[in-house]
């Protein structure tokens, strides 16, 4: 099976603090992407990544920065987490043919910042 | 800006009715679409995908259909089942997801 793990399931940051969300694929996918998930807004998307130290930003990538060094693993970066942020995050990746069926998301970090 | 929005936020149907699912969207220049669901604690799963040029797709148990006139799509399930309970998405690409219909199936 493929698989996309995401590094933890729930996460609790203070105001200010530097956050890493990690993400790690391993079916040598060539795309990653990070996606924030809210009640009543569905998935928005962040950042994604077609290659190694190539990224390109979605629809809400303020306040969020990403790096991808190696090819399976794509880190979602919040400089300086505000309460704002606090939500869902998920990871997808999937092959260069972009199909729906070849999209493979992990199971998400819930990020609480107080 | 353009968006991909559901219809309803909950529906709930009775074990063996047939659930139908409705999206819209806005561009008109949108040319594929895929369906997902999202069980709880989980992330989305692929469901069924459908292209422009195409009006109907058929998986297993599920339809989507498309009119491009209207700018709507809806996923139809066939005699619901308790497992199919869960928030089931319709996105354009996986660029723009729909908000998400949960849905309930009573036994």
């Known amino acids: 099976d493929v698989k996309v793990t995401q590094s933890s399931r729930y996460l609790v940051k203070r105001t200010g603090e530097k956050v890493f969300l990690e993400c790690v694929q391993d079916?040598?996918?060539?795309?990653m992407f990070w996606y924030r998930q809210d009640p009543g807004l569905g998935l928005r998307l962040i950042y994604f990544?077609?290659?190694?130290?190539?990224?390109e930003k979605g629809d809400i990538p303020e306040g969020y920065s990403v790096s991808r060094e190696k090819k399976e693993r794509f880190s979602l970066i919040l400089e300086s987490a505000s309460t704002n942020q606090t939500s869902m995050y998920l990871c997808?990746?999937?092959?260069?043919?972009?199909?729906?069926?070849?999209?493979?998301f992990g199971s998400g970090t819930r990020l609480t910042v107080v | 800006g353009e968006s991909v929005g559901l219809h309803l936020p909950t529906l709930s149907v009775q074990e063996g009715d047939n659930s139908i699912i409705n999206c819209a969207y806005s561009?008109?220049?949108?040319?594929?679409f895929i369906w997902y669901k999202q069980e709880s604690g989980k992330g989305p799963q692929f469901i069924i995908d459908?292209?422009?040029?195409?009006d109907k797709r058929q998986g297993q148990r599920v339809t989507v259909l498309l009119n491009k006139t209207v700018k709507h799509l809806s996923l139809q399930i066939a005699a619901t089942q308790p497992g199919d309970s869960a928030v089931y998405f319709c996105?354009?690409?996986?660029?723009?997801f729909g908000a998400g219909t949960r849905l309930t199936v009573k036994p």
């Open positions: 997808a990746s999937s092959p260069h043919t972009g199909t729906g069926d070849g999209y493979t």
């Open positions: 079916m040598d996918h060539e795309n």
């Open positions: 990544s077609y290659d190694v130290k190539m990224k």
């Open positions: 561009n008109s220049a949108s040319d594929y």
């Open positions: 459908i292209r422009s040029n195409m």
């Open positions: 996105a354009e690409r996986v660029q723009r």
